[in-house]
């Protein structure tokens, strides 16, 4: 089925592909005249392929006018796709099956840049460094959450700002806070924060980024914890460091912006950086 804008560069077609004995659901937005670098985008869980505020959608759209063919999908059980539901752990099959799909579909094609969201960013950069069509990475605000990084960005971002906060000392004035309660939060953060342990997905995420090559395109919001324990990691390790300093890598603060880029101002950032960074190679 497809969906033709007189208006427009470009058409969109429903797509619908093989994962194993399960069917997934993609749009790929195709240029009249597709270029040979394409976009896949994988969605972080719980989501689907229109993504929070339509951001998906809008972006492979505008992508699309431009002449990046982009394919935005469901994965195993999400949105319309069958199966049951799983993580961003468990989809490299749907990410193999898509990109199949993809070039397929887009005799145009010769190489891929994979575009995520949270633990689809995290996604993303585990499948990059297993097929040579993938030579780009777009990584917004990419999940490293463990419970000892959650804690120790929480006791950084938010205990400590509260304490300069005027309106946090009015309100434990005034009675409006539950003090026992607050200290009890407080110690039970510090616990965690304190606990040694795996830092399992940013393990598994540095050894997937050293066995790429490709060039990465880092997005992070100024309001998300996610972003913050990203920039709390890179602070605190000299081989976080010393790899996202490697040449091919860039950074992009929005301010402001929250986890999702809510607005149509930090969407319209996004678009700009993804654009100017998928064509200037």
Request: aromatic share 8%; hydrophobic share 45%; charged share 20%.
């Amino acid at each position: 089925m497809a969906e033709d804008h007189p208006a427009l560069q470009h058409r969109e077609l429903a797509l619908r592909f093989s994962c194993g004995e399960e069917k997934l659901i993609g749009i790929l937005s195709l240029p009249c005249n597709p270029g040979p670098r394409g976009v896949l985008m994988i969605t972080g869980g719980p989501q689907y392929r229109a993504g929070s505020h339509r951001q998906f959608t809008l972006l492979a759209r505008m992508l699309a006018e431009q002449g990046f063919p982009v394919l935005r999908f469901d994965y195993r059980g999400m949105g319309d796709s069958e199966g049951e539901a799983r993580d961003y752990r468990s989809i490299a099959s749907d990410i193999d099956g898509a990109l199949a799909q993809f070039f397929h579909g887009v005799p145009a094609l010769r190489e891929v840049v994979l575009w995520g969201l949270c633990d689809g960013a995290t996604a993303a950069a585990r499948h990059a460094a297993s097929d040579a069509r993938i030579k780009g990475l777009v990584l917004l605000n990419p999940w490293v959450r463990s419970p000892a990084s959650l804690a120790r960005t929480t006791l950084r971002h938010y205990y400590l700002r509260r304490l300069v906060q005027r309106d946090f000392w009015r309100q434990l004035a005034g009675g409006g806070l539950q003090l026992a309660a607050s200290l009890a939060s407080l110690r039970t953060t510090a616990a965690h924060a304190a606990a040694a342990g795996a830092e399992l997905p940013q393990a598994d995420l540095y050894h997937a980024l050293c066995q790429f090559h490709g060039k990465v395109l880092l997005i992070l919001s100024g309001e998300d914890l996610g972003a913050r324990e990203w920039d709390d990691l890179i602070k605190a390790s000299s081989a976080w460091r010393t790899l996202a300093s490697y040449a091919p890598w860039a950074t992009v603060h929005i301010a402001g912006a929250n986890h999702t880029f809510a607005s149509a101002a930090w969407r319209a950032q996004v678009e700009q950086h993804c654009l100017e960074w998928i064509a200037s190679w």
